[in-house]
């Protein structure tokens, strides 16, 4: 069985430019999440998704991120303007549906730096 | 709000021996679960062992144990036989299976395995 896929594995940008990561999650998985990750800190989930609605995304920074699964499967994480603080690792993870007894399964994440 | 900490930063174990990481948790909810994640340089978030709060048994998987102390709220790792492929960052997470249904995740632990 295929895992959660993520791409880019790295991205370098400046201040400012913005940028996307992509995410394909477990095939069947109705429930997709984006944590961000920096260094030296657990991940922070960012938005969670079942199927192509938003359920939380009490921590997201709507002024610059933004995040969508049009189609229940592949999402697409964004941020622009980037800042600074923004370097840090995005992890995507899924899991057969929402609610704390269904295991999230994570990707390998996308590291960010801005410069 | 619920806080998970791992108060130890950095650990390591000589290749073979047995070493364990602590975690501690904050929660006034009665039904959670905790989780045990790996986290190698290769960034995936991998599952090493989950705890249902309900269950009085501490859960097991080859190598890896926990002793789940649901009354002092801490939730401790044992890796028996410590092995190279064991070193890695070590994350305990708590999720509520009522409510706020959101992995929140502690800072971590380095675990270092000595040949």
């Known amino acids: 069985e295929a895992g959660v896929a993520q791409s880019p594995r790295y991205k370098i940008i400046e201040k400012r430019q913005s940028v996307a990561f992509w995410c394909n999650p477990i095939?069947?998985?109705?429930?997709l999440y984006w944590y961000q990750q920096i260094l030296g800190q657990g991940p922070k989930l960012l938005i969670q998704?079942?199927?192509?609605?938003?359920?939380?995304d009490s921590q997201l920074p709507k002024d610059r991120f933004s995040a969508e699964r049009l189609k229940g499967v592949d999402s697409t994480l964004k941020i622009q303007p980037a800042k600074l603080e923004d370097s840090a690792v995005y992890l995507c993870?899924?899991?057969?549906?929402?609610?704390?007894?269904?295991?999230?399964?994570f990707g390998a994440g996308t590291r960010l730096s801005v410069l | 709000a619920q806080t998970v900490t791992q108060s130890q930063p950095e650990m390591s174990v000589q290749e073979a021996e047995t070493v364990t990481l602590s975690c501690t948790y904050d929660?006034?909810?009665?039904?959670?679960?905790l989780f045990w994640y790996k986290q190698p340089p290769s960034r995936q978030m991998i599952l090493v062992i989950r705890q249902e709060a309900y269950k009085q048994q501490n859960a097991t998987e080859n190598r890896f144990s926990v002793n789940f102390q649901k009354a002092a709220k801490s939730f401790s790792l044992k890796i028996s036989d410590s092995q190279l492929g064991d070193a890695a960052m070590y994350f305990c997470a708590y999720i509520s299976n009522f409510g706020n249904e959101k992995l929140t995740f502690g800072t971590g632990t380095r675990l270092t395995i000595i040949p």
């Open positions: 993870a899924s899991s057969f549906s929402k609610g704390a007894k269904n295991i999230q399964y």
């Open positions: 929660t006034s909810e009665s039904d959670y679960y």
């Open positions: 998704f079942q199927n192509n609605g938003v359920v939380d």
């Open positions: 095939s069947g998985h109705a429930t």
